[in-house]
C-alpha cells in the first residue's frame, strides 16, 4: 500500500470531488473560505444566542454534544448547536439528526433548526457568527484543533485530557491566553459534589498534614487486530489521523464502524497513552485540586508498567508510579479498581471515587470543612458555557488541565525510561535530562507543525 500525501483535505480545504462525496451521503456541505490565518472577533447572533460548534461526533462527542443541548435550553444560558464536524460522514448525518430531534421536541415553537455539517474543522471555525466550540476529537489531534480554535477566538471546551503531549499542553496554554477565550477542560469531576467536598476536608486540614495521596486506575485489556483493511467510504481516513504519521486503516485503530462503543485508538500509544492519561487525567486533576498544586507540579517521578504483545494495542496495561512534590506529599498511582484517590494525613484518611466518598470519621462528612472553599459549580458543561458569558475562568481552564494531564505524560515517560526523573516545574523541562526532554513533544507528519 503506497502512503498518500499528508492530509490534503486538512491542510488545503475541501476539494470538489470531496464535497460530491459528501453529497452522496445526504450532507449539505456550506460553501465558506477556510480558515483565517489571523484571529476574528466573535460576533454575536442578533439574539444574543450562543451559538456552538461540536468538532468530532462519536462516543464522547455525542455526549458532549448531549449535554450542551440540555444545558443550553435554559435562560440563563441560551445556547444553540448549529454545526457538528466530522471526519466520517455517517456520524455527521447521526449527529445532525441528533440535534434538529432535539430541538423539534423541545423547542416547538421556534423556527426548524438547521445544522451544518463540515469535513474540515477549520472550514467551521472561519463561520463568524460562532461562539464556541465542543472538541472530541481522538487526544492526538487536541492540540491542533484548540490552538486553531483560540487562534479564530472561538471559546473551547475540550475532552481531557488536554492533548497529547506536555509541549502542546504549552502551546495551548499560550494560544487561549493570548487570544483571551474561555477554555474549560472536560475534567468533569471538579463539578461533582462528593470530589469537591473531599478537596475541601483536605485543604482544611481535617486529615491533619497532608502526607501521601495514592490513585487506582483501571487497566486496559484485550487485542487489536492489525491486518489493514479497506478504508470504509463513509469515513475520511486521512483527516482522522490528522497530524498523525500514515498507518494502514484497520478498524481497530480508529473506532467501530457502527455504533459508538469504546474505540480502539484509546489503547494505541500514537494517538493515546493509554489509562495513564484516559482515566489518570482525571484522578491526578483532584490530586492537584486538594493538594492545592493546580499551577505547578511534582518534583519527581518513577514508574514501571507492562507493555505486552496484544496486537495492534501497545498502551501499558499494569503499571506503577510514585511521585513526589515540593511540599513533601507523595503521590503514588497504580493499577486497581475502583478507580479513585485516597488521601491520608496525620489524623486521618479519606477516599474519594465517583458515586461515594469514605472516610476514617464519618461525622466530618456532616460538617462545614472549614474556611477554604473550592469552585462550586452546577454542571460542567453549565459552568463553561456560562463562562463564555462572564467572560471568567470557568472551573478547570487551561492551565489546571495542563498541570493534570502533565503529571500523566510524565508519568508515561518514566514508564518507558524506567528510571527516576526529576521535573523543573517552573521551566516544565527534566533537570539535566536530555532524553526525557525529547519525549517532550510528538512526531508530527510532513505538512504539520504545532
Known sequence: MTQPKPNQSMRAGISRREMIKLAAFGLALPLVGTACATPVRRRRSLNNTLQIGCIATGRMGRSNMRSALQQGLASDVDARVVAVCDANAERAADA???????????????????????????????????DGVLISTPDHAHAFNGIDAANARKD????????????????????????????????QQRADARFRQACELVRNGRLGKLRRIHITLPPDSGEGVAE???????????????????????????HPQSGYSRPGFLQIERYCLGMITGWGTHMFDIAQWANGT????????????????????????EFESKALYGNGVE?????????????E???????VRRGALEIHDPALLEEEPGPVRLYQSEHHMRDFLLCMRSRRDPACPVEVG???NSICVMTHIAMKLDRKL?????TELFIHDRGANRLLSAPYRDGWTL
Not at 499551577?295 to 501499558?316: K, Q
Not at 494525613?345 to 477516599?351: A, I, K, R, V, Y
Open 156 to 187: 473551547i471546551y475540550i475532552e481531557k485530557p488536554l492533548t497529547y503531549s506536555i509541549e502542546e499542553g504549552k502551546a495551548l496554554v499560550r494560544a487561549v491566553r493570548r487570544n483571551r477565550v474561555v477554555l474549560q477542560t472536560g475534567s
Open 345 to 351: 494525613g496525620d489524623d486521618g484518611w479519606l477516599f
Open 402 to 404: 495542563h498541570r493534570s
Open 294 to 317: 493546580d499551577d505547578t507540579g511534582p518534583v519527581e517521578v518513577e514508574a514501571t508498567a507492562e507493555f505486552p504483545e496484544r496486537g495492534l494495542f501497545n498502551v501499558h496495561t
Open 228 to 254: 489493514p483493511m479497506p478504508v470504509p467510504p463513509e469515513l475520511d481516513y486521512d483527516a482522522w489521523l490528522g497530524p498523525a504519521e500514515w498507518a494502514p486503516y484497520t478498524e481497530d485503530r480508529v
Open 422 to 426: 526529576h521535573w523543573d516545574p517552573a
Open 96 to 130: 445532525v439528526r441528533m440535534v434538529e430531534e432535539f430541538y423539534a421536541e423541545n423547542l416547538p415553537e421556534e423556527p426548524a433548526v438547521k445544522v451544518a455539517v463540515y469535513r474540515d474543522y477549520r472550514e467551521m471555525l472561519a463561520r463568524r457568527d460562532i
Open 331 to 343: 503521590l503514588t498511582a497504580k493499577t486497581g479498581r475502583p478507580a479513585g484517590v485516597r488521601f
